[in-house]
């Protein structure tokens, strides 16, 4: 066994690392494409190690790094039974793996359409579309904390970061939901007071601090709430979603303006108009290129002849 270990890292040495470094000495051109082969295999290690980060998955990455490396110094201290044990193990352990985490392993397939490393694809058409879903949902949140008239403060991030505000509130990192979104504002929990700030489609966090608006011109009946709510629109670029828990109205801050007692179908509207269309057509509108420029004063010339 222990023979046919080594000869196996033998055989990878010299057929791998031996053959690359001596291609590498014959042709120097091959290490600039060696270097981004390297660098492309740090990046992907790098997000898979994000994206699996804090779940079950990484668990299972830190026991099959423990499999791996007791194998290996079972064969190095020639420790037979243990190692074969091992091996056995590890030759089984891909058929458990894909049994066991089919679920997360689904999901994580699912979540490369609409990563945001997929703009580099030019695949935002999906990143709109999670966008308008959350969107939806925020929308349905507000219509039930209205009709039971719980107060709520809702604000969602654009282009301009406010992560000093998110770092006020409770992290939460999770999926939008209405059902999340009501119970969080349900009144003596712990953290109904405050804003919830959704950025990168998902619940930052909650129970966030917002800047305070205190123009003279503001209404005086206006609660904490609203007068927030307009701080943070007129300090960043983010809208703010309000349910007044007097009243149970719903309103909106965009651009250091409050828009009072909004439809469910208006505060619909305004929202995807500003988040989704702005947002996704003005980063699609392309600018032409030299060559159709060109192209045009050619046209443009053979037409005054």
């Known amino acids: ?37 390297i660098l492309i295999v740090i990046f992907l290690a790098y997000c898979f190690v994000r994206m ?71 695949l935002d058409s999906d990143l709109a579309t999670k966008t308008k879903e959350d969107i939806y949902k925020v929308v349905i949140a507000a219509k039930e904390l209205s009709k039971t008239k719980t107060g709520a403060l809702i604000v969602i991030e ?12 409770v992290p939460m990192d999770s999926e939008v939901s209405p059902q999340l979104l009501v119970n969080i504002f349900v009144p003596k929990t712990p953290l109904h007071d ?32 609203h007068r927030a709510a307009i701080g943070i ?3 960043s670029d983010s809208i703010a979603v309000v349910v007044s828990e007097e009243t149970g109205k719903i309103s909106v801050a965009k651009d250091g303006t409050l828009i009072a007692d909004v439809r469910e179908d208006v505060l619909k509207k305004i929202l995807i108009s500003n988040i989704v269309t702005k947002r996704f057509t003005e980063k699609n509108i392309r600018k032409p290129s030299k060559f159709s420029k060109l192209r045009q004063k050619i046209a443009k010339t053979k037409d005054k002849k």
């Open 1 to 37: 066994m222990e023979k046919s270990i080594s000869s196996s890292w033998i055989n990878f040495y010299n057929e791998n690392i031996l053959r690359n470094f001596q291609n590498l000495s014959e042709n120097p051109i091959n290490l600039f494409t060696t270097i981004i082969d």
């Open 52 to 122: 699996v980060k804090g779940s079950r998955a990484w668990q299972l990455i830190k026991g099959i790094t423990f499999l791996i490396i007791a194998t290996w110094l079972s064969g190095l201290l020639n420790l037979n039974i243990l190692n074969s044990i091992l091996t056995g193990i590890m030759n089984w352990g891909v058929i458990a793996i894909i049994v066991i985490f089919q679920p997360e392993l689904r999901r994580a397939l699912e979540q490369l359409g609409t990563n945001k490393y997929t703009r580099f694809f030019g």
């Open 158 to 169: 654009r282009d301009i970061n406010i992560q000093d505000i998110i770092s006020t509130g």
């Open 194 to 225: 405050g804003a919830v700030v959704i950025s990168n489609n998902k619940i930052a966090a909650a129970a966030c601090l917002l800047p305070l608006a205190d123009n003279a011109d503001i209404a005086k009946e206006l609660g904490t709430r």
């Open 233 to 235: 629109s007129k300090e």
